[in-house]
């Protein structure tokens, strides 16, 4: 979760609109990407992955 007042953060990862959620890895390439209703299964997926 990012707090970001200034909305730098959805410039640089082109957030449109919430709710929105973009996974990173450790070293900070993109897992996922969901707009809206986030499903549950697909990230607790990819969060097994990582």
């Known amino acids: 979760?990012?707090?970001d007042p200034t909305f730098e953060s959805w410039q640089s990862l082109g957030?449109?609109?919430q709710p929105?959620?973009?996974m990173?890895?450790?070293?900070?390439n993109e897992l996922g990407?969901?707009?809206g209703a986030i499903p549950e299964?697909?990230?607790?997926?990819l969060a097994a992955q990582a």
Not at 41 to 45: F, G, M, P, T
């Open 1 to 3: 979760m990012l707090w």
């Open 15 to 17: 957030i449109t609109g």
């Open 20 to 22: 929105t959620l973009v």
């Open 24 to 28: 990173l890895d450790t070293e900070g």
């Open 33 to 35: 990407r969901w707009f």
């Open 41 to 45: 299964d697909e990230v607790l997926s």
